[in-house]
């Protein structure tokens, strides 16, 4: 089987998989059992697909006749947050991206900053849990060098991506945006901290200043509005412990495509 049909093949069963799951959480998902089923699948997939494909393997990328002319907005597309609002009036003049965590050298990044890092630009496709694609041209910090410059320490395993939005109200906290990926994915050429799309600043209902482009992963993986990475050795303390807002929720954790 080529690298190509593999591709294919699991993708085509993790979309499959996805749809089911989807549909039958809300009678399924109560069940200890049938949970514990789930988190088990998926990380047979995470290995799977990890012994079949390069870990290094890059996703498919475009020309820029292939760019989507309308590109949709997945999520938020405009975080009803004070703090969040007043960046917005002043251009993100006052924006910083805070690394920390399990790091030796916390850092704050200016924008100005952020873009003087080492950066990658590639036109890849934006694949939704919902069905639908999107190609576009991204630009930014590739996450790899950033980690570097930040000094991960030994016993971090996963990068958590705090967000300015929240998606659903709650008590508790747990409806601010969040999202995690492992180092595998971190450490990946392709995995940048956009903050251009279509050779134009980023736009506000695309995650400006900043998003994370993660492009094995579906969609719901990108995380707009990123303020804040911390590295941390397990994500079960935050949110209600799955790694992601969507993910505790009943999405899957690994969303490789």
């Known amino acids: 089987m080529t690298d190509a049909n593999r591709r294919g093949w699991l993708k085509g069963a993790g979309a499959a998989a996805a749809g089911l799951f989807v549909s039958a959480c809300d009678r399924l998902n109560a069940h200890a059992g049938f949970s514990g089923m789930l988190q088990s699948a998926e990380g047979l997939t995470r290995r799977a697909q990890r012994l079949v494909i390069d870990r290094k393997a890059l996703a498919p990328e475009f020309t820029p006749a292939d760019i989507s002319r309308d590109f949709r907005a997945n999520g938020s597309t405009a975080p009803d947050d004070p703090a969040y609002g007043a960046m917005v009036e002043s251009g993100f003049s006052d924006y910083r991206l805070v ?73 508790d906290g747990t409806g601010q945006y969040y999202e995690s990926i492992d180092l595998i994915d971190a450490y990946h050429p392709q995995t940048i901290l956009a903050y251009e799309m279509n050779d134009a600043p980023l736009p506000v209902k695309h995650g400006a200043p900043v998003r994370l482009r993660v492009e094995r992963q579906l969609g719901y993986k990108h995380a707009k509005y990123v303020m804040r990475l911390e590295a941390v050795e397990d994500y079960a303390h935050l949110g209600r412990g799955k790694g992601g807002f969507w993910e505790d929720r009943g999405y899957e954790w690994y969303a490789g495509i």
């Open 99 to 171: 690394i920390d965590g399990l790091v030796e050298r916390p850092l704050q990044l200016t924008l100005a900053d952020l873009r003087a890092q080492p950066a990658r630009a590639q036109i890849t496709r934006h694949d939704c849990v919902e069905g639908w694609s999107s190609i576009g041209k991204w630009r930014g910090a590739r996450l790899g060098p950033l980690l570097e410059k930040a000094g991960l320490k030994p016993n971090a395993r996963y990068i958590v991506f705090h967000c300015a939005d929240v998606l659903e109200p709650t008590l």
